[in-house]
């Protein structure tokens, strides 16, 4: 654990202060002869410049992107209201929950597998020189990073009471190196929603995204059936990812990196609505 601080704190200084000559703007290659070590490389390359932009933004940030950080910050403390009575609710109807959704959600949410089945991913998109598979999959990988790392920094720095410890859901011990101080945000959200959102934006069917949004959401609830995350935990985290995501993209298809045209059709529509008797995130097809 004290490892991966020190790692993603290095990640800060260099994105901020440093540039590596060898990962300067997006360089252009013929994706379609290159070989496997190029398009490797390519794909390294263009990572790091996904992760330079993502860090980046927030110092180009207009008054509707202020704005829109606060809507998130108070939609957050409204949901918070529910946390102890949901998680109360939740005690109460525990062992009707299936253990295989549980155990499932648990295991995807996990950051080993979670790599490995993108490594997988990638890996084949790799070989078989498939350009819409190694984008999904540098989208996933430059996402994750960067929502991971703004999820450790919030976690430890907050030091948020987790359900089960006795203390309650408005108490924090801000830089807590204990486990049951880490509830926010919720580190199995923050991954199993990135690689949902990251997959369902690549298909059209409605239909398809509803599957692969669901599967995603299963990690999630998990977390807060197996009372390891307040109900805002997850909240916050699968808004951060969902924007963390789209930016990412923003960036892929601006640079023109995997020569993919973005659509202009049957894109979902993503909303946040924290209103007097609606909080939730809504999705328009």
């Known amino acids: 654990m004290l490892l991966a601080k020190r790692f993603f704190i290095s990640l800060i200084f260099i994105f901020y202060f440093f540039e590596d000559a060898s990962a300067q703007r997006l360089y252009k290659i013929d994706q379609d002869n290159a070989s496997t070590w190029s398009l490797l490389k390519y794909d390294i390359n263009t990572t790091w410049n996904g992760l330079k932009y993502s860090f ?14 606060g809507g998130l910050v108070f939609g957050t403390a409204t ?11 939740i005690d109460n109807h525990r062992s009707n929950f299936p253990k295989v959704v549980r155990d499932y959600g648990w295991y995807f949410g996990s950051p080993q ?16 020189k498939n ?12 996402s994750s990073i960067t929502s991971g790392l703004l999820q450790t920094i919030l976690k430890n720095g907050l030091g948020r009471a987790r359900p089960g410890t006795g203390y309650g ?13 880490h ?32 599967l995603g959401a299963i990690p999630p609830m998990s977390r807060l059936i197996d009372g390891a995350h307040w109900l805002s935990d997850i909240g916050f985290s699968t808004v951060l990812s969902i924007i963390v ?12 990196a995997f020569n993919i045209v973005e659509p202009n059709k049957n894109k979902i529509s993503w909303s946040f609505a924290f209103t007097g008797n609606q909080i939730g995130i809504v999705g328009r097809f």
Not at 58 to 64: D, E, I, M, T
Not at 131 to 142: D, G, P, Y
Not at 175 to 180: C, D, H, I, L, N
């Open 56 to 69: 980046k933004r927030p110092l180009h940030w207009k008054k509707n992107d202020f704005l829109k950080l």
């Open 245 to 256: 995501v789209d930016g990412v993209d923003k960036f892929l298809f601006k640079e023109n």
């Open 79 to 89: 949901l918070a209201l529910a946390d102890e009575g949901v998680d109360k609710y």
């Open 131 to 142: 350009s819409k598979i190694r984008r999904t999959s540098v989208l996933i990988i430059t």
């Open 169 to 181: 859901a408005f108490h924090f011990k801000p830089f807590s190196k204990e486990g049951g101080q």
């Open 183 to 214: 509830s926010f945000p919720s580190g199995h959200t923050v991954l199993s929603v990135t690689m949902a959102h990251s997959i369902a934006k690549q298909f059209d069917s409605p239909w398809i995204k509803a599957g692969v949004y669901t």
């Open 113 to 128: 597998n979670y790599f490995m089945a993108n490594a997988g991913l990638y890996g084949f998109g790799l070989v078989t």
